[in-house]
C-alpha cells in the first residue's frame, strides 16, 4: 500500500517548530535513553552516550549540560534476566547520580521500529526502579515504534514498514519472523496483549489504548486528555506518521509532564529527538567524516562500516555498497565465533570473491588486528556472515546472539586505538573499554 493511500482521510496537523519544544523542557531534568541496540543514536546529534555505565560515567553525561544522554545497554542481545538486570543497574545508578548533582533522570526505553526486544520486561523493571526511588510509579507507559525517516510509521495503530515502493503491516515482513522476539500481530494494542501472553503470561494484561493520527493532528486538548489519562497498568499507543506528528506528540507529553504525569516511554529512534526539542541534522557529510578520521597530526584514517544485521535488508545494503565500492577490503566475523569461520558462508554471498575471511587457525584477535592494519590508511567493512544461526527455540537462539555479541565486542578496541583519533580524541574521554562520546550523525 502507498503512504498516499494509507494516509487519504487523514488531515495536515499544525507545524510545531523544535526551538518551542526545546523551550518546554523542564528545568532540572535530563532525559536518559536506555538504548538496546547500538543504532538508537542515529536519530540524534551532539548527547553524551556511554558504553558502560559506572556512577562516573553516568556523572560525566550528566555534566556536560545536554537535555539528554545515551546508554549503550545493546540490551536486546541479552537472555531476559540479564536485560533486566541491566535495565535495573543503569535506572538505580542515574537516579544515585541525578540526586546527587540535583538533577531528575526521566527514563526512556528506546528499542526496534519493528518490534523486536524485551518488551514489556524492560519498562516493567524501569518502573519498579522509579516506583521504588519516588514512591511515585511512572504513569503508565507510552508505545510509539514509528521511525518515519526508515519507512516505520502508525497509522490507525497498525503499524507498517515499508519505503518508496510500499508498505506492509509489520507482521507481514522478515522482522516479525524474528527468531527470538516473532510475533503476529499489526495492530500495535493486538501487538502489546500477544507480548504479555509471551513475555508475562502470569500477569494481568494492561489497558491498552490508541492516539490516532486525526486526533493526534487535529485536537490538541483530546490528545493532552490521551496523556493525562495514563496510569500504571496502562498502556497508551501513539500513531505517528511524520516528523511534525512525532513533534506533535512530544508537545503533549512535554504539558503532561508539567502537569505531574510523567508516563515511560518505549519508543523508536526519533521520538528522544523531538522530546528534547533538537531539528533534525542531515547525514554527517564527506568533509565532516574526513575530519572526524584526521589525527591532530593531518593524518587520515579510514572509517570502519560495521554490518551486524542478517535481515534481508541489511544484505541488499551490503550488496549495494559493495558494487559501488569494489575495492572496499571486507573482513568477515562467523555467525557465531565459535563456528568454523567459512562453513556456512555460500559463493554467492556478496563480495565472496574479494572477502578476507578468516582462516580456520585465527582468532577473533587476528580479526581485530588485520581490521586495524586496514583503517590506518583505507576504510574497511566488517560483516557478519550473511547466513542466519539459530536454535531450537528462541532461547536458544537468544544464547548463540549472545556469543557473537562476545566476538563482535572485541575486535573494536584494537581498531579504536589504531585509528588515527585513538585515544587522544576528545570523544574518547578514557583509553579504557568503558567509552564515552558524543553523537554525531
Do not use: K
Amino acid at each position: 500500500m502507498q503512504l498516499a493511500e494509507l494516509l487519504a482521510d487523514v488531515p495536515d496537523g499544525p507545524r510545531v517548530d523544535a526551538a518551542a519544544l526545546r523551550a518546554a523542557g523542564a528545568d532540572g531534568e535530563i532525559l536518559v535513553v536506555l538504548d538496546d541496540d547500538p543504532t538508537g543514536t542515529q536519530s540524534v546529534a551532539d548527547l553524551p552516550v556511554l558504553l558502560e555505565w559506572t556512577e562516573p560515567d553516568l556523572q560525566w553525561a550528566f555534566e556536560q549540560g545536554a537535555p539528554a544522554c545515551y546508554v549503550m545497554t545493546n540490551s536486546r542481545s541479552l537472555a531476559p534476566e540479564a536485560a533486566a538486570a541491566v535495565n535495573r543497574e543503569v535506572a538505580q545508578r542515574a537516579l544515585a547520580v541525578g540526586a546527587r548533582l540535583g538533577l531528575r533522570p526521566r527514563f526512556v526505553s528506546r528499542s526496534d521500529s519493528t518490534l523486536r526486544g524485551h518488551f514489556p520486561l524492560e519498562t516493567q523493571v524501569l518502573a519498579q526502579v522509579v516506583g521504588a526511588d519516588t514512591a511515585h510509579p511512572p504513569d503508565g507507559v507510552l508505545l510509539v515504534p514509528a521511525f518515519p525517516d526508515a519507512g516505520r510509521i502508525t497509522v490507525s495503530g497498525v503499524h507498517y514498514a515499508g519505503d518508496r515502493s510500499g508498505y506492509l503491516p509489520v507482521g507481514q515482513t522478515e522482522y516479525a519472523a524474528d527468531n527470538t522476539f516473532g510475533y503476529r500481530s499489526s495492530q500495535l494494542r493486538e501487538w502489546v496483549l500477544e507480548r504479555y501472553a509471551v513475555a508475562a503470561p502470569q500477569q494481568d494484561p494492561p489497558e491498552v489504548e490508541l492516539l490516532d493520527l486525526p486526533t493526534l493532528r487535529t485536537d490538541p486538548e483530546a490528545t493532552a486528555a490521551a496523556v493525562l489519562g495514563l496510569r500504571p497498568g496502562r498502556v497508551l499507543v501513539a500513531d505517528s506518521a511524520d516528523e511534525n506528528d512525532l513533534r506533535l506528540l512530544a508537545a503533549a507529553v512535554l504539558a503532561a509532564a508539567a502537569a505531574g504525569v510523567r508516563p515511560l516511554i518505549r519508543c523508536g529512534p526519533p521520538l528522544p529527538r523531538a522530546l528534547i526539542g533538537q531539528p533534525r541534522r542531515e547525514p554527517l557529510s564527506g568533509n565532516e567524516l574526513r575530519q572526524l578520521t584526521t589525527s591532530d597530526s593531518g593524518r587520515a584514517g579510514g572509517g570502519l562500516i560495521v554490518v551486524g544485521s542478517h535481515v534481508g535488508r541489511t544484505t541488499e545494503q551490503l550488496a549495494a555498497l559493495l558494487r559501488r565500492h569494489g575495492g572496499l577490503p571486507v573482513v568477515e566475523l562467523p555467525a557465531t565465533p565459535a563456528s568454523r569461520p567459512n562453513s556456512a558462508q555460500p559463493a554467492s554471498s556478496p563480495g565472496a570473491a574479494d572477502r578476507a575471511a578468516l582462516d580456520d587457525g585465527r582468532s577473533v584477535d587476528a580479526l581485530a588486528n588485520q581490521l586495524a592494519a586496514i583503517l590506518t590508511d583505507s576504510d574497511a567493512v566488517l560483516a557478519t556472515s550473511r547466513v542466519v544461526v539459530t536454535g531450537d527455540d528462541p532461547q536458544q537462539s537468544l544464547a548463540i546472539s549472545v556469543r557473537c555479541r562476545g566476538g563482535w565486542s572485541r575486535p573494536c578496541t584494537p581498531c579504536w586505538n589504531a585509528s588515527p583519533r585513538g585515544s587522544s580524541s576528545p570523544r574518547a574521554v578514557s583509553p579504557r573499554p568503558t567509552w564515552r562520546g558524543t553523537a554525531s550523525r
